[in-house]
Each structure stands twice: as structure tokens, then as C-alpha cells.
């Protein structure tokens, strides 16, 4: 069987969607002898270099151009042209022209442009509602990443149960094997600005992931002097978020640090040096970031929104979503306590997350297609 995998999406952003089109496309790639073809847009992504030289997989890569003159012409032109017998996209809609539908597997992650509208600017709110009614209706199978998620789908198509399929993310090995405490580097401080003591915050800093509730409940909590840990957001520049830092106060916007994107092999010690983790998100289709936290040791303050209760289960400390006032008192209360988890049962949780399981789950609804 040969299978045909879009990740042209891994040259332009590497959020959630992005690691998880990068991860399982690479556990497929081990899992299984099928035949694939990888499509890269301007260059193999790093990680997939090794794979040119093996004979099951050929590498395709294609020019950049404009975002949607790439993928709904020079990429659907391409597609329509290759013969084979799954087309696999894991990060976003296929093409809108794409011939192929009956042979396209699609995971949707979420349905953000219906219920967070307000979170995206009108082009992308319209551009993905078109593709993702498109691909739920036409395509062979949909693959999502928490029961959440599955649900809405269903919900708001009308689609039979078992056209959909749910497929976790997981969670690297980096995070699960790291040392309990790292020793203090100074060139990674240097590079990132991380300060002494700090309360992090990973995210694209966009209006669904909620950053400014966290710096109102900041603000209030350093003028109440309930905390010497400086803030730290990482994560690359989104959308919608120019006056984000307005109404901060100037005496505390010098304890926030923006680190932008943050190197995937640095992510494990930035986690663990973390006093704490927050993540204020109003909608996640999975939400991967309390659990790489939790992986590398560091307790963690959540949402109850969407998707996170059941991803999380009972690791973390919850908050109301978007109660300012109930975030305080949990950051609070976290900041308070000792930086001590309940290895066994955290770990145990964080474990049952793995890209081998969910390749493997895929596989076999790539085979039911035969």
C-alpha cells in the first residue's frame, strides 16, 4: 500500500498541530513496510533527512509560494497528478479541489473557527469552516485527538460514529527520561532571558490560549507581594495580540519575559526549571504542553476547558475557565506548596500517551480502506 502523507504544514509553524503531524508521521514511517511518500514545502523538515536512503519511502518536496496559492493550487495540482492509495493529512484540511477525497484520511483536531470564532480573524475563521465542511463530508475516514473533540465533530456534522477515529497525541521520549532536576545552564538563561525563579507559560501567544487573564492574575498577585517568581511566555508571536501588554503596570511588565519560540531539544529544561506551569487556555482540542510540564516534574495549573479535564485527568490543579479570580487562588495555593509530584501516578498518566500507540491505531484504519 502506498500512502501519501502532506507535511508541508512543518515549514511554516511548530504548534500542537505541527507536532503532531511530525511525530506520528515519523512513528508511521518505523511502524510499518507500507510504501510513503512525504511531501515537504521549501525543504525536508529535521527529523526526516535519514529517510531519503531507505526504499519504502520517497521525499517530495515542493517550491514555496504564497500560503493559499500553495496549498489550494501548486499542492492540490501536485496531489491530483500522484497516484496513491491513502492520502494522510495529519495537520490541516486536504486541498479544497483535491480529486481524491474517497482515498484521503484527515485528522481534525479541533472545531476553534465554530466554537472560539472569536479567537481567529475573519480570512482564517471562513478559510478553514470551508475546508474542514468540505473534508468531514467527502472524506474516508476522520481521525481526531481526544473523545472532546470526537463529539463535537459529531455533533455539529451529523456524522456516523464510526467514521471517526480518536488518535492521542503523545509524548517524546525527551520529556520522559529527563533528569529530576537539571543543573542551572547560563547559556540557555542568556538565551532565552529566563530569570531566576519563574512561573512559565508555553503557548502561540494568541486570544484562545488566554495569556491575558494569566497577566491579569499575575499583576494582582505581585502588587499583593504573594510571589518573587518573574513570568515567563514562551511560545511564538500569534494573532489578535498587539495590545496585550497595554494595561500592565510598568513596574511589573519588567518580571515578564516573551522567550519566543523555544528550541524542541531546550524544551525539557525550561519546563523543569519552572517553579510552575499555567496553562489559561479557553479551548484545546488536546492541549500538549501541561503534559510535557508534568513529564518534566513541574506542577501545574490548568483550565477545565474543552478538552483538558480528560487529557489531564486528576495531575494537575484546575481553575474555572476564564475566573480570574479562581486562577489567583490557585496559583496561589500551587506556589505555596512544595515542587513535589506524585511521580507514580503522574508518570503513569503521562506514559499512557504514545505516538507508537496512536501510529499503530492509525495503521489499522489506513488497512480497514483496503
Given amino acids: 500500500m502506498k500512502i501519501l502523507i502532506d507535511l508541508t504544514s512543518l515549514a511554516d509553524n511548530f504548534s500542537g498541530i505541527e507536532r503532531y503531524a511530525a511525530e506520528m ?27 531519503k536512503d531507505r526504499a519504502n519511502i520517497k521525499i ?29 493529512f495529519p495537520a490541516f484540511p486536504s486541498p479544497l479541489f483535491l480529486k481524491k477525497k474517497k482515498k484521503t484520511v484527515v485528522t481534525v483536531h479541533d472545531l476553534c473557527c465554530w466554537d472560539c470564532p472569536e479567537t481567529m480573524n475573519a480570512k ?29 465533530i459529531i455533533e455539529k456534522f451529523n456524522i456516523p460514529e464510526n467514521k471517526i477515529v480518536v488518535t492521542y497525541n503523545g509524548i517524546s521520549d525527551k520529556f520522559l ?7 542551572e545552564d547560563a547559556a540557555l538563561d542568556f538565551k532565552y532571558g529566563l530569570p531566576r525563579k519563574y ?49 500592565i503596570d510598568e513596574d511589573v511588565k519588567s518580571r515578564i519575559h516573551f522567550t519566543g519560540f523555544i528550541e524542541e531539544e531546550h524544551l525539557p529544561y525550561i519546563y523543569n526549571r519552572a517553579q510552575l506551569f499555567v496553562f489559561p487556555s479557553k479551548y484545546e482540542g488536546f492541549g500538549i504542553p ?45 506556589l505555596n506548596a512544595q515542587k513535589t509530584l506524585d511521580d507514580e501516578a503522574v508518570m503513569e498518566r503521562v506514559r499512557s500517551y504514545s505516538w507508537k500507540v496512536g501510529a499503530k491505531k492509525i495503521i489499522e484504519v489506513f488497512n480497514s480502506l483496503k
Fill in 177 to 183: 527520561n529527563i533528569k529530576e532536576d537539571f543543573a
Fill in 290 to 334: 501541561p503534559l510535557e510540564a508534568l513529564a518534566c516534574r513541574t506542577p501545574v495549573v490548568s483550565s477545565d476547558a474543552a478538552s483538558l479535564p480528560e487529557v489531564l485527568g486528576d495531575c494537575v490543579t484546575y481553575f474555572k475557565s476564564n475566573d480570574l479570580q479562581d486562577l489567583i487562588k490557585n496559583i496561589e495555593l500551587s
Fill in 124 to 152: 482564517s475563521r471562513l478559510y478553514f469552516r470551508a475546508g474542514l465542511k468540505n473534508e468531514i463530508k467527502k472524506s474516508a475516514k476522520i481521525l481526531t485527538v481526544s473523545e472532546f473533540s470526537k463529539g463535537r
Fill in 199 to 247: 512561573i512559565l507559560s508555553l503557548s502561540t501567544i494568541e486570544p484562545r490560549k488566554n495569556i491575558a487573564l494569566l497577566l491579569k492574575a499575575y499583576c494582582k498577585i505581585v502588587k499583593e507581594g504573594k510571589t518573587d517568581a518573574d513570568l515567563v511566555l514562551a511560545g511564538r508571536d500569534g494573532w489578535k495580540n498587539s495590545t496585550l501588554m497595554d494595561e
Fill in 60 to 88: 517530495e518536496v515542493l517550491k514555496r509560494c504564497g500560503k493559499l496559492r500553495f496549498y489550494q493550487v501548486r499542492l492540490c495540482r501536485f496531489l491530483n497528478r500522484y497516484k496513491a492509495d491513502i492520502y494522510f
Fill in 25 to 51: 508521521s515519523r512513528e508511521l514511517v518505523e511502524y510499518s513496510e507500507n510504501d510513503y511518500v512525504l511531501v515537504f514545502k521549501e525543504r525536508v523538515f529535521e527529523g526526516f533527512a535519514d529517510l
